[in-house]
C-alpha cells in the first residue's frame, strides 16, 4: 500500500523557472493538503482541497496554484520560482475531517537558486 | 501570530527516562490535539491524539495530557528508547475542520545512550 506519493522527491530550479510537484494518495480520501516547512518554522499550509473539483488558499498561498485533478492526484504548481520558495513540500491527505489526522508523503525537496 | 507553540526547539534525554515534549495553544476553538513524529528525510507521522473533552490520552510508552484552562498540552514518553530521537511536532485542529492542522515549529528530541 503506497500511501501518499509525491514526485519529484528532489529538484533545483533557477529563479523565474516554472515547476509541478505532483501528489497522488490511494487511500480513497476526499481531503488533500500541500503544506512547506522550512528550518524554525515548522509546517505550514500552502493550500488544501476538501473534496474534488475544490481548492482553498491555506496560510502562505503566494507563488504557488494548485489542482485537483480527480480524487487521487493533487498537484503544486511553482509558476515563477523564488529562492524564497526554496524548501521541502510535503503532500497529505486525510479520511476523516473529524479528527484531522493527517497522512504525509516522503517530502521534495525544492532548491531555487 | 503563531496559534501552536513549542517553546522548546531541542531536548536531550537519558535512555530509559522520561522524555517530556511541551505546547502551547492561543485558539480556545481548537478541540482535537494531535502529535506528529519526523524522522529526517521523511514525511511526519501519526503519534498519538486527543479530543478536548479529554484529559489523557495512553498508548503504551505515549501519553498526551491535555489541560485546557491553561491552553497546554504535553507528551510523555516512559521509557524513553534511541528510536525516539526524532522531531516532534504539536498540532490542532478544528473538529470537523477540512481546512488541515496548524502545527507548532516542532522539537527536536535526542535521546542519550
Known amino acids: 500500500n503506497a500511501g501518499v506519493t509525491q514526485t519529484p522527491k528532489f529538484q533545483v530550479l533557477k529563479t523565474g523557472q516554472s515547476m509541478t510537484l505532483q501528489c497522488a494518495q490511494d487511500?480513497?480520501?476526499?481531503?488533500m493538503y500541500w503544506y512547506r516547512q522550512d528550518p524554525g518554522m515548522g509546517l505550514r499550509l500552502i493550500y488544501y482541497s476538501a473534496s474534488e473539483g475544490t481548492t482553498d488558499k491555506g496560510e502562505v498561498p503566494n507563488g504557488y496554484n494548485v489542482s485537483r485533478l480527480n480524487k487521487r492526484e493533487f498537484s503544486l504548481r511553482l509558476e515563477s520560482a523564488a529562492p524564497s520558495q526554496t524548501s521541502v513540500y510535503f503532500c497529505a491527505s486525510a479520511g476523516s475531517v473529524n479528527t484531522g489526522e493527517l497522512f504525509f508523503g516522503e517530502g521534495s525537496r525544492l532548491t531555487v537558486l | 501570530d503563531q496559534q501552536v507553540k513549542q517553546n522548546s526547539p531541542s531536548l536531550s534525554v537519558q535512555e530509559g527516562r522520561i522524555s517530556i515534549l511541551n505546547c502551547d495553544y492561543t485558539n480556545s476553538m481548537f478541540d482535537y490535539f494531535l502529535w506528529y513524529k519526523k524522522y529526517p528525510a521523511e514525511g511526519p507521522t501519526f503519534l498519538i491524539s486527543i479530543s478536548s473533552i479529554k484529559d489523557k490520552n495512553e498508548d503504551g510508552r505515549f501519553t498526551v495530557f491535555l489541560n485546557k484552562s491553561a491552553k497546554h498540552l504535553s507528551l510523555h514518553i516512559v521509557p524513553s528508547q534511541p528510536g525516539d530521537s526524532a522531531v516532534y511536532f504539536c498540532a490542532a485542529s478544528l473538529t470537523g475542520g477540512a481546512d488541515g492542522l496548524t502545527f507548532g515549529k516542532g522539537t527536536h528530541l535526542i535521546i542519550q545512550p
Open positions: 487511500m480513497n480520501h476526499n481531503s
